[in-house]
C-alpha cells in the first residue's frame, strides 16, 4: 500500500508542477523564453497579437516593447501631415510618445541597411573578409555607390562601417552574399529575422532597399528591427561615427582609400535637435519612392533613451526640421 500512496503523491506532484508551468506561462511570470508559433496565414507582431490573440500570451510576446494599436497625438503640437508614417517610443518606459501610420506598408529605402547589418552581425564575424562579386555591379540611376569592383576585399567590419554610414548600395551586397553565401540566401534570412522579430508586416527583397516589388516594411516593425540592432556594440558604435577613413584592396593587391561623411544630418551638424535631446546616431534613407526616412536613437538629458522615426518625408528641407519636431516630445 505505500508503495501505492508514493506513486500517487507522485502523480500529484507531477500534474501539480504542469499546472504551475502553465500558469506561469500564460501570465508571463518568471524569467522563461517565450516562442511564438507563426501561421503564415496570419500577421503577427506585438501589435495583432493584442488585437487578435489572448492578451495575456501578447503580454509574454511584446513584454520591454511599445505596443501601438493606432495613432496617437501626443501633445498635439506635432504636425506630420507631409510625412507617410512617423512614430516616436520611450525605451526606457516601453512607452508611445507619438505615432502615425505606424502599421502602413510602405518602400523602407536604405533603412533595409539596419536589417542587413544586424543579420550580418548575427551571422559573421567582424575580422571576416568579404570579396567582391559581380553581384555588387548595381546599374540604377541615382544609386548611391563605392564602387566596387569584382575581386576587391574588405573586412566585414570595414563594410558595416561604409554601409551604414554612407549607405553604399554595392556594399550592401557585398555583405549579403559574403555572409548569406548567395544574396538570395541572405535576403531569406533576412526574413525570417523579421519574423521572429514580430515585423510581420515587413517583406524585403534585397540587402539594399533600392525599389522592388514586394519590398516594404512599417514605421512599427523598422522600430523592432532597430530596437533590436542597437544590442550590438558595433551596430551602436557605427551610427554614431560622423565620418570614415579605411583601406582596403583590390584584385590585385593595391590600395583603394576610402573617406566618408555620414549622411545625417544631424550628426554633420546641419540641424540641431531639440536642447534636451542629444541624438545618439541613426540611419537615412532615400529613394523616389520612399522618399526621405530618418531614424534616430537619442537620449533625454536624464538619460533615458527614445527611438524615432519618419518615414516618406517629401525632402530633406522638411524631414530634419519634423523630426526636431517631434523629438520636442520628449
Known amino acids: 500500500m505505500s508503495g501505492v500512496k508514493c506513486t500517487n503523491r507522485k502523480r500529484k506532484q507531477v ?6 508551468m ?10 522563461l523564453a517565450y516562442d511564438m508559433s507563426y501561421d503564415a496565414d496570419i500577421s503577427v507582431s506585438s501589435f495583432n497579437v493584442v488585437s487578435r490573440h489572448d492578451s495575456r500570451v501578447a503580454e509574454a510576446f511584446a513584454r520591454n516593447l511599445c505596443v501601438i494599436t493606432g495613432d496617437y497625438s501626443g501633445s ?10 512617423a512614430v516616436l517610443f520611450s525605451l526606457n518606459d516601453s512607452q508611445v510618445l507619438f505615432s502615425k501610420n505606424p502599421h502602413q506598408e510602405v518602400s523602407p529605402a536604405s533603412l533595409t541597411k539596419i536589417m542587413t547589418a544586424l543579420v550580418a552581425l548575427q551571422n559573421g564575424r567582424l575580422d571576416q573578409v568579404l570579396t567582391a562579386t559581380n553581384a555588387v555591379k548595381i546599374t540604377e540611376t541615382g544609386a548611391q555607390l563605392l564602387g566596387l569592383k569584382t575581386g576587391d576585399k574588405m573586412t566585414l567590419d570595414q563594410a558595416l562601417r561604409i554601409m551604414l554610414l ?10 549579403a552574399e559574403g555572409i548569406g553565401g548567395t544574396v538570395d540566401n541572405f535576403v531569406a534570412m533576412m526574413n525570417e529575422e523579421a519574423k521572429r522579430l514580430g515585423a510581420t508586416n515587413t517583406s524585403f527583397v534585397n540587402p539594399h532597399g533600392l525599389t522592388a516589388d514586394k519590398h516594404y516594411t512599417t514605421a512599427y516593425d523598422l522600430y523592432l528591427i532597430f530596437n533590436e540592432a542597437i544590442k550590438y556594440e558595433t551596430f551602436r558604435e557605427i551610427i554614431q561615427m560622423s565620418s570614415y577613413q579605411t ?20 550628426l554633420r551638424g546641419d540641424y540641431q535637435a531639440p536642447a534636451s535631446v542629444t541624438v545618439i546616431g541613426g540611419k537615412t534613407g532615400t529613394t523616389n519612392a520612399a522618399g526621405h526616412c530618418l531614424i534616430l536613437l537619442c537620449r533625454d538629458v536624464g538619460g533615458a533613451s527614445y527611438i524615432s522615426i519618419i518615414l516618406g518625408a517629401p525632402s530633406a528641407d522638411v524631414l530634419y526640421p519634423k523630426m526636431t519636431e517631434l523629438l520636442g516630445e520628449i
Open 22 to 31: 502553465i500558469f506561469c506561462v500564460l501570465t508571463g511570470c518568471g524569467s
Open 247 to 266: 583601406t582596403y584592396y583590390d584584385s590585385r593587391g593595391s590600395e583603394i582609400k576610402v573617406d566618408k561623411r555620414t549622411t545625417n544630418l544631424f
Open 76 to 85: 498635439g503640437n506635432v504636425d506630420m501631415d507631409e510625412a507617410k508614417a
Open 166 to 175: 554612407c549607405s553604399a548600395n554595392d556594399v550592401a551586397m557585398l555583405v
Open 15 to 20: 500534474f501539480l508542477c504542469a499546472i504551475l
